[in-house]
């Protein structure tokens, strides 16, 4: 965004020079002012074409610039304008706080009012509340009468003002927002929105009957639109500036490309200023977050503001004055710790990163930037932090990991395992062919061809199911409803299957129920024909939820178990057991085996706390 008036000219070659343009000898301008004298004999032969392609160069540099420069500018404007609208309303909240309800009920909204002490009182209130805040403009109580006319109550203007409104006078003019805040109950902010006073933005809050809950008013603050529009323009100053000093720093580097040495020294040094501009200005917008708190060396809450109550799901009168009381992961605190003592006059201000477990066992992340506040004697007194929910970023970066090694292993899956296998079926076809007149080894080798294209349809079906994995959001799984749909896709005639508190439901990725059929599906493969029976059960651990999968069959050898979870390995399509592990994993669930070899396999899947929950 620019300032009205500013102008952008397209620069060219020939704009860079002054002079004559019939005359061979000109001046290169600088941006400080100074000339250089130039000729086009003193160019090398390709010293015109660089010049040309520089000049697109930075056109497009500009065009860049000012397109980000744009962005950026429009964005503050927007953030500062919706802080500020933030800001009007909670005052408004505040302000209708101190208002008794009572007393409004008992005014008429007609002249009568003016004897009434009711009256006198709010009309004190309303201008105590209008000068306590130089921005505001007017403060005021709007009802209305059973013909849907508008009025004024009361407001914050003395009886000599010439914007001041009496008792009962009507308000034609009324703002969608004030009908809106009315009819619907809804604190709003709305505007710039005019009337006969002017144009103003304003925040209304409902005045209801503590009792009834009937609407007896309306209360709003106006502010000048034209000191709101100033306020917006100064936050955004310092976007605007920077873009053009961006600007001036691209131009300066382009015209010195064609200096000597020493003024390519310079342009580095302005680079080297450039980054560190933007690195300030980086820190600046950085610590625009949400949670802000203040607190002694001992822990101690000084201060904490409403984001930070919000977030941790606490009053501010339950503390203030008392210490921390987190719920930090063991290697986080002792994190921590170390940051905070490492503080000191020469680095008073870090940042760290570090996890926090909510009441019902979530786990958060939070991003802080400290300061230290030092006393007169050197000493810590406070430290001040700003923080912001990473979440959601930690798990984006989570999920981008996971998309590249699935990505990876499908290219290895596609490009090698499958070509391996066509080169397989297709070396069988051929010593078929080759042998029309010898059908029984004809059809030998036919089998082997007919087993490698069921090889390449299982490779296939797994980079199918691979590629599904992770597509959709995690949600909450049934775990009963999972293992008997998986079981009802399999024959499992003559073992009975047990099922102990399956009661649960655990965050997981909607191909859950695959995991089940895999393991039910080994089992009846490799369990040998002792088995009778497969129990599936749950039991809570300090860690989370431990779901227990275990048979009665021959179980698993020590020497299978090393490569188990292995892509690959197994008698079958070699896919099962390593498709279930990353499935769980999608969601940060485990899974493991350690049964007992002829006794059964014993399968235990961890869902850490906060992925599961148990249905009502």
Not at 125 to 149: H, K
Not at 311 to 334: M, Y
Request: charged share 25%.
């Amino acid at each position: 965004m620019f300032s009205a008036g500013m102008t952008i000219h397209w620069i060219n070659r020939r704009d860079f020079f002054q002079g004559d343009p019939s005359d061979d000898t000109g001046f290169l301008m600088i941006p400080d002012g100074k000339k250089i004298p130039h000729t086009e004999e003193q160019e090398p032969a390709g010293a015109v074409l660089t010049n040309r392609r520089q000049g697109r160069y930075l056109i497009l540099a500009i065009l860049v610039i000012v397109g980000a420069g744009t962005i950026l500018t429009i964005g503050t404007a927007v953030q500062t304008d919706h802080i500020m609208r933030e800001q009007l309303l909670t005052h408004a909240r505040i302000a209708d706080a101190g208002i008794n309800v009572t007393e409004v009920a008992l005014l008429t909204g007609t002249p009568a009012d003016l004897a009434s002490p009711v009256y006198q009182a709010i009309k004190r209130e309303l201008a105590s509340v209008r000068s306590a805040d130089p921005d505001l403009r007017f403060a005021y109580l709007i009802g209305q009468r059973p013909d849907g006319m508008f009025f004024f109550f009361v407001d914050s203007e003395p009886p000599e003002s010439p914007d001041y409104s009496p008792p009962g006078q009507e308000y034609p003019e009324v703002t969608p927002l004030i009908i809106s805040v009315y009819t619907k109950g809804d604190a709003l902010t709305d505007g710039p929105a005019s009337d006969r006073w002017g144009t103003w933005v304003s925040a209304v809050v409902p005045v209801n009957d503590p009792v009834t809950g009937r609407r007896i008013a309306v209360f709003g603050i106006d502010e000048d639109a034209r000191d709101w529009y100033r306020q917006v323009a100064v936050a955004c100053l310092t976007p605007v500036a920077g873009t053009l000093l961006v600007l001036v720093i691209v131009l300066f580097f382009f015209s010195v490309q064609r200096r000597n040495e020493r003024e390519r020294m310079y342009l580095e040094v302005s680079r080297q200023e450039l980054r560190e501009s933007e690195q300030r200005y980086r820190n600046v917008v950085e610590d625009q977050t949400e949670l802000i708190i203040r607190f002694r060396p001992d822990g101690t809450l000084v201060f904490v503001n409403d984001a930070y109550c919000r977030f941790f799901h606490l009053e501010r009168d339950q503390i203030i004055g008392k210490k921390f009381t987190w719920d930090l992961p063991d290697d986080d605190r002792g994190r921590i710790s170390k940051h905070f003592a490492s503080f000191s006059k020469d680095i008073p201000v870090a940042e760290i990163s570090h996890r926090v477990r909510s009441s019902d066992g979530q786990i958060s992340w939070l991003r802080w930037i400290n300061r230290a506040i030092f006393d007169n004697r050197g000493r810590i007194s406070e430290f001040q932090s700003v923080g912001h929910d990473i979440t959601v970023q930690k798990q984006t970066e989570e999920i981008v990991s996971r998309v590249n090694q699935k990505l990876s292993l499908l290219s290895s899956i596609t490009r090698h395992d499958v070509l391996n296998q066509l080169i397989i079926l297709r070396g069988f076809l051929r010593l078929a062919g080759d042998l029309a007149d010898k059908p029984d080894e004809a059809r030998e080798y036919i089998s082997k061809a007919v087993k490698a294209a069921l090889t390449i349809e299982n490779q296939i079906n797994f980079t199918r199911d691979y590629q599904d994995m992770g597509a959709k959001s995690p949600s909450w799984q049934d775990i009963r409803k999972s293992i008997i749909s998986a079981k009802g896709s399999l024959p499992v005639v003559d073992i009975r299957i047990e099922l102990e508190r399956p009661e649960v439901e655990v965050l997981a990725d909607p191909l859950l129920e695959k995991v089940f059929y895999n393991l039910i599906d080994n089992a009846i493969r490799y369990g040998g024909g002792k088995m009778k029976m497969i129990r599936i059960s749950s039991r809570e651990v300090k860690e989370g939820l431990v779901i227990v999968f275990e048979d009665d069959g021959s179980g698993i050898s020590p020497r299978d178990k090393k490569s188990l979870f292995v892509r690959g390995f197994g008698k079958n399509t070699g896919f099962g057991l390593f498709l279930s592990r990353e499935i769980l994993s999608v969601s940060g669930i485990s899974i493991e085996e350690n049964g007992t070899y002829g006794e059964g396999a014993r399968f235990e899947i961890l869902v850490p706390r906060g992925n599961f929950r148990y249905p009502e």
